[in-house]
């Protein structure tokens, strides 16, 4: 089955840095690559996600960068701010998988002022 | 409506009662997934209903019974737990499966005494 590995665990940043995310899977049939942040005692929410067809995906401070060939995509947040403090998880899937997603272990992000 | 309900927020349970997680959503998705969060880490899926008919069982013990009575309801039927099942238990839905945004219910807290 999928595997995903997600590294670093943790990452600490000064307010405004930018903030890296790597991820690695095992299955060259994943074809959808969401990150999801959960803040303390909240539920994951989608934050990113990106498709195969697709090398770059942006959204305001918040890029997705996918390299099918490696198997690795990575999460960038640039002007980190206080609130992005969270853990971020990233995710693959199949095509035809029923939806199922294949998490990484997390990443532990703190942000400080 | 555009959110995934799950109740209770919190249940204590001891280890030979019998008690069920209900959770809701009216966005009109056809996949629900039953999703299982340790302290720490990602989360880790149990059962998938696709068009209310159960897609995956990640060979989870027969103490958890899910149910998906309709298309906006997905249950999880708890009897004979162990200590090591208290965990954060997320429902979450999508439009269909694969390549499709998931979005997670608050969860439910429980503890087995």
């Known amino acids: 089955g999928e595997n995903v590995e997600q590294h670093p665990s943790t990452l600490s940043v000064q307010e405004g840095d930018s903030a890296v995310i790597k991820c690695t899977y095992s299955?060259?049939?994943?074809?959808?690559f969401p990150w999801y942040k959960q803040e303390l005692g909240k539920r994951p929410q989608l934050i990113i996600d990106?498709?195969?067809?697709?090398g770059e995906k942006k959204d305001q401070r918040i890029a997705v960068t996918l390299n099918k060939t490696a198997k690795h995509f990575s999460l960038h947040i640039t002007e980190t701010q206080p609130e992005d403090s969270a853990v971020y998880f990233c995710?693959?899937?199949?095509?035809?998988?029923?939806?199922?997603?294949?998490f990484g272990a997390g990443t532990q992000v703190v942000v400080t002022p | 409506d555009t959110e995934v309900t799950q109740t209770p927020k919190h249940l204590v349970m001891g280890m030979t009662n019998k008690k069920s997680l209900k959770c809701e959503q009216h966005?009109?998705?056809?996949?629900m997934y039953w999703y299982k969060q340790k302290a720490k880490k990602p989360p880790e899926l149990m059962f998938v209903?696709?068009?209310?008919?159960?897609?995956i069982n990640e060979s989870v013990p027969s103490r958890f019974s899910p149910e998906c009575p309709n298309s906006s309801l997905l249950n999880l039927h708890l009897h004979a737990l162990q200590p090591e099942d208290s965990a954060l238990y997320l429902c979450?839905?999508?439009?269909?499966?694969?390549?499709?945004?998931?979005?997670f219910g608050p969860g439910t807290r429980l503890t087995v005494l």
């Open positions: 299955d060259s049939a994943s074809n959808y």
């Open positions: 990106i498709r195969s067809n697709v």
């Open positions: 979450a839905s999508s439009q269909r499966g694969s390549g499709n945004e998931q979005f």
């Open positions: 995710a693959a899937s199949m095509a035809d998988s029923w939806g199922k997603l294949q």
């Open positions: 209903y696709s068009y209310e008919k159960l897609s």
């Open positions: 966005m009109g998705h056809r996949a």
